[in-house]
């Protein structure tokens, strides 16, 4: 009984790693990242995500309140702050995010605020999509631990 | 009577008519316009008359002839006459019908008369006639009485009754006498008018005052039209001398020109042309006209349009030429201009499309490259991973098959990596991002390095020789690492088209080429050394050559060519992306030198680089000397800084296949890394089938490096290793050690020879000599990274190697902790705050250099004391810095590279980038 409903979770699981990956929301940096969580630190993958989400946020925020002003934007700080995102973003796997990242850090490059803005907007949707999406991960890591089971090894190549 | 009157009249016209044709009141004015005028003032312009006053000049007095003989001449006056004419022949015409009036008025009159005498004779019957006219008054009496008779029978009754009456016969004669003094009178009246109308008529047949005034008028008009004409006329004779002329504005007297051709006249362009132009006329009896300028000392450079008929006589022969001409100076500047201003407009237009042209496509072009080269870096990280996996993979027990698959595999991704690193290097060359670095570098040690490198990869039996001539400088600048690319390059080149024989490099001192000498490096360099610089400039020529297969001679102008390689034979023979020497080439020029190549087939090639270099200050290189040499008694290097003759031979059994990746093999650690000797014969048993590599190590005995036990122990330890070996791969950590002893060295006066081999260990035991060092000392890393989740990310990868770090968030931080403690290997993120990873590299490069910190306290860096104790300390460690890189093109490898940087870790960091660059750096 118990051993169906965890082989239920660890197949959903695995489905889902995989559509998030056949998504583009990840690429294999987050592989490597499932791969340095082990008993010594089992959160770590939640712990750098959530880490990422909150810098998504307070970064996001600067950036949008440099872009608000219409006549004068400092794209360089603009600029710093995608810097950041896209090697955060790259760091966890986020694949999406860095993406959006490199177009926003073009149209900084050409000082255009519309394409910033815009890119801001995605940037802000894809990051709180892949949290949501992660959530649902986590939520579903945590039902196969509570169900007794492991966390399944997932092969995304 | 009319004819003599025209010849008559002709005859005044030709004085008087001509002579008032040009008006006296315009004589004031035109004085000098007639140059046919005399000087003396008379005001009378007409040449007639001039003629008549200076029968001296011969074509005075030819004009009247003129206008008589020719057609134009005459043409007027025969109008005028034929006008006349016919005029002189209404009014005869007019007076002989009033005359025929008058006549038959008379004739009526003399009838008349006849029939009153006659009835007068009848009826006065007068005796006294009778006799006079006998037979007449016969038949007159007959006929009076044949109308009597006719008469009778009708009046017979009244006549009879009157005609005795004598009141009746007066009465009647008076009547008759009225009627006769009445046609009389009449008669005399009608003699008179007739008198008075032939006296109208004489004075009316004066035609001269009226062909007078219709001539003035004619000339009055032309007067009219002419006076401020600027034009000039004239007339030529066949010879084209000038008969007569007529010029607004005179420049010249008449006794200039008359009788003179044009040639006589002027001097200058123009003149010919309008000469030939009228006789052309002339000739072919054609009027034109024509535009011709003129540059002429009288009166400059003027534009004429001339028009030229030519003149025939009354029998159609030619006998001269009318000329008019008419300055059209302006008009013909104007349109000129006009035409000029068109033309450049159209030119200008030209040009800017072209330029718009050019600058699309230079646009295009850049952007393609900018494409390419994103896209090649796009390419690089992945396909890094699979080449990397790949390797790893072959270090696990496989079976013959798949390993000869892998192999494929990977040199296949290493072809690749290759061909996408070419690419890159060649569009940051076109592109202009490529940056040249000077830095201090020791030719012989790069001569050196790059033909060991080449020696361990070797397959084939050549002997690889370097041989610098004792006039190169220890020590030049320039920018060594792109130096050491067109080295391994052209070397690598070599040795895969040598089957047999030597390849070497040669290294000598010449004089400034004279391609160079306009060149604006050249220039820069004049003017360094003017502003004061130590810095001397040196032209060092450096060949490459081999004894290989050559190249024909058709074959080289397409060498340097992208993606050409000499024949598609050849590409198909010995592989290689065709991209080398492009790359080089272009490098070579970038830098201010020339590459070029002779070859013969069969014989081998030699490929030629002219760089400049710089040559530094002599106390830099004492520095320099006593830090050399302070690491020569270190590391027991001989000391090869002034040796000019190295040898390589063959060492079989190499870890490289073709060529290897260029960074793997270019980019070693500057300082050759001595090993045990163990391990150094571990590279040789490692490989039990090759003979060579045992021939070799007999040879090594001479080195008294062998120690039998350890062969054997160290040969029974890894057999798996061996495949690794045949495998080759770039990535794989190679330690070279030179067995050679100083005292050889100095025992040869300078010229060493030696022997190269490498070690080799596989990643276990790699791993192992890790566990080992941990266990005796761990090695302190350090993190130079701003980004918090990438600390975190790679602190935990660090963690499951095995390994603790340091971290710092910017370049002032690493500075303050590198300044604290001592680390055994930084990663350093490029792009930071406060200060970046290139610059931090290149402050704590220049401490290393020097001993203190003073630049980076110039930039600003705050550094705190203790540094003197330390000095000495790291002084002779070069520190390992790897850089940490977003794949953009603002921090490629090569910057990080001639920042001082050692090695590079693309990001994002994986756990087996990490693996390795610690493999790699940490011993």
């Known amino acids: 009984m118990n051993t169906t409903v965890v082989a239920q979770l660890q197949r959903q699981f695995q489905d889902y790693i995989v559509s998030l990956y056949q998504q583009g929301f990840l690429d294999n940096q987050f592989s490597e990242l499932r791969k340095l969580q082990d008993e010594g630190t089992p959160d770590f993958v939640a712990e750098v995500v959530s880490l990422f989400f909150d810098d998504c946020s307070k970064l996001i925020n600067t950036m949008s309140a440099s872009l608000e002003r219409p006549d004068n934007v400092d794209f360089k700080q603009v600029d710093s702050g995608v810097h950041q995102l896209k090697g955060s973003s790259s760091s966890v796997g986020a694949q999406r995010v860095k993406n959006v990242c490199i177009s926003f850090k073009e149209c900084c490059h050409v000082q255009n605020r519309e394409g910033c803005l815009r890119c801001l907007q995605q940037v802000d949707y894809e990051y709180k999509m892949l949290k949501t999406k992660l959530q649902d991960l986590f939520n579903l890591e945590q039902q196969i631990l509570q169900a007794g089971g492991t966390i399944p090894q997932v092969d995304i190549n | ?923």
């Open chain 2, 1 to 923: 009577m009319v004819c003599e009157m025209e010849t008559d009249q002709i005859e005044e016209m030709d004085v008087e008519v001509l002579s008032s044709m040009w008006p006296e009141n315009v004589g004031t004015e035109a004085d000098k316009q007639f140059n046919v005028e005399k000087p003396a003032g008379d005001l009378d312009t007409l040449k007639e008359v001039t003629i008549e006053e200076k029968p001296t000049i011969a074509d005075l007095t030819r004009l009247p002839e003129l206008m008589n003989s020719t057609q134009q001449g005459s043409s007027q006056l025969t109008n005028l006459v034929k006008q006349w004419e016919y005029m002189q022949d209404n009014a005869v015409r007019l007076l002989r019908e009033e005359l025929k009036n008058l006549n038959r008025q008379r004739e009526e009159a003399e009838a008349k008369e006849l029939k009153i005498i006659e009835e007068y004779k009848f009826e006065s019957n007068e005796p006294e006639n009778v006799p006079v006219l006998d037979e007449t008054s016969d038949l007159f009496r007959r006929f009076r009485q044949k109308k009597r008779d006719a008469l009778v029978d009708s009046k017979k009754i009244e006549i009879y009754e009157e005609f005795d009456t004598v009141a009746y016969w007066k009465q009647k004669a008076l009547n008759l006498e009225k009627m006769l003094e009445a046609s009389t009178e009449r008669e005399r009246r009608l003699v008179e008018k007739l008198s008075e109308s032939l006296k109208t008529m004489e004075s009316q047949s004066a035609p001269v005052q009226e062909l007078t005034q219709n001539l003035e008028r004619a000339e009055g008009f032309l007067h009219f039209i002419l006076q401020n004409a600027p034009i000039v006329m004239g007339h030529q004779d066949k010879d084209l001398r000038y008969l007569f002329i007529y010029n607004k504005y005179p420049s010249l007297r008449e006794q200039d020109i008359l009788g003179k051709t044009d040639v006589e006249i002027f001097h200058g362009g123009g003149v010919k042309e309008s000469q030939d132009f009228k006789r052309e006329v002339l000739e072919k009896g054609k009027a034109s006209k024509r535009e011709i300028t003129f540059t002429t000392d009288l009166f400059g450079s003027k534009t004429f349009l001339i028009y030229v008929e030519p003149v025939y006589n009354k029998a159609g022969e030619k006998i001269g030429i009318n000329y008019m001409g008419m300055e059209v100076t302006e008009q013909v500047d104007k349109r000129e201009k006009m035409a000029k201003l068109r033309e450049d407009n159209a030119v200008r237009k030209a040009m800017e499309s072209e330029l718009n042209k050019t600058i699309h496509i230079t646009e295009e072009t850049m952007r393609a490259k900018q494409m390419l080269a994103t896209m090649s870096h796009e390419i690089r990280s992945p396909l890094s991973g699979v080449v990397g996996m790949a390797e790893i993979l072959s270090t696990t027990r496989l079976d013959k098959e798949q390993r000869q698959l892998l192999n494929v595999m990977i040199s296949s991704g290493d072809l690749v990596l290759q061909l996408i690193n070419d690419i890159l290097d060649l569009s940051k060359v076109e592109s202009g991002v490529m940056k040249l670095e000077a830095t201090k570098f020791r030719p012989r040690e790069v001569v050196k390095h790059v033909l060991q490198t080449a020696a361990a990869s070797l397959k084939k039996s050549l002997t690889l020789e370097g041989n610098i001539a004792d006039d190169v400088p220890i020590e030049v600048v320039g920018d060594v690492l792109r130096i050491r690319q067109i080295l391994t390059n052209l070397i690598s080149n070599a040795i895969k088209f040598t089957h047999e024989g030597n390849v070497g490099i040669k290294l000598q001192v010449i004089s400034e080429p004279s391609f160079a000498r306009d060149n604006t490096l050249t220039a820069d360099t004049e003017e360094q050394e003017q502003n004061g610089l130590t810095e001397t400039s040196v032209w060092i020529c450096c060949d490459v050559w081999d004894t290989g297969i050559g190249i024909p001679e058709n074959a080289i102008p397409c060498l340097f060519k992208k993606y050409m390689q000499a024949s598609a034979d050849h590409a198909r023979k010995y592989g290689g992306t065709g991209l080398g020497l492009a790359i080089c080439k272009q490098l070579v020029e970038l830098m201010g030198g020339q590459l070029t190549v002779t070859s013969r087939v069969n014989e081998g090639s030699t490929f030629t680089f002219i760089l400049p270099y710089k040559v530094g200050t002599s106390d830099d290189y004492s520095d320099d000397q006593d830090e050399f040499s302070d690491m020569a008694d270190h590391q027991s290097e001989p000391d090869d800084t002034a040796e000019g003759y190295f040898q390589f031979k063959p060492l079989l059994g190499s870890i490289y296949s073709n060529g290897g990746p260029g960074i793997g093999n270019d980019f070693l650690p500057h300082k050759v890394m001595l090993t045990s000797p163990i391990k150094l014969m571990n590279s040789f048993v490692a490989d039990p089938s090759n003979n060579t590599g045992q021939s070799e190590m007999l040879q090594l005995e001479n080195g008294g490096y062998v120690d039998e036990s350890k062969l054997e122990t160290s040969s029974g330890h890894c057999p798996e290793s061996a495949h690794q070996y045949e495998n080759g791969n770039g990535r794989c950590f190679s330690k070279e050690s030179e067995s050679c002893s100083s005292s050889q060295a100095s025992s040869e006066g300078g010229t060493l020879e030696m022997e190269s081999e490498l070690t080799v260990s596989s990643h276990r035991e790699e791993e192992k000599a890790e566990t080992d060092l941990k266990e005796t000392s761990k090695p302190k890393i350090l993190l130079v990274e701003d980004n918090k989740i990438n600390i975190m990310v790679a602190k935990s990868m660090m963690k499951q190697l095995g390994h603790t770090m340091d971290i710092a968030n910017n370049g002032v931080e690493a500075i303050t902790a590198i300044n604290h403690s001592s680390y055994d290997l930084v990663l350093m993120d490029v792009c930071m705050p406060v200060l970046d990873g290139l610059k931090a590299t290149r402050l704590i490069r220049s401490y290393e250099e020097t001993g203190n910190w003073n630049a980076a306290i110039e930039a600003g860096v705050d550094i705190k004391t203790l540094e003197n104790e330390q000095v000495c300390v790291r002084s002779t460690n070069r520190l390992p810095i790897i850089a940490m890189t977003a794949n953009t093109l603002a921090e490629s490898s090569e910057e990080c590279y001639a920042n001082g940087m050692d090695s590079f870790i693309s990001k994002p960091v994986t756990l087996q980038k990490l693996r390795e660059c610690l493999q790699q750096y940490l011993h």
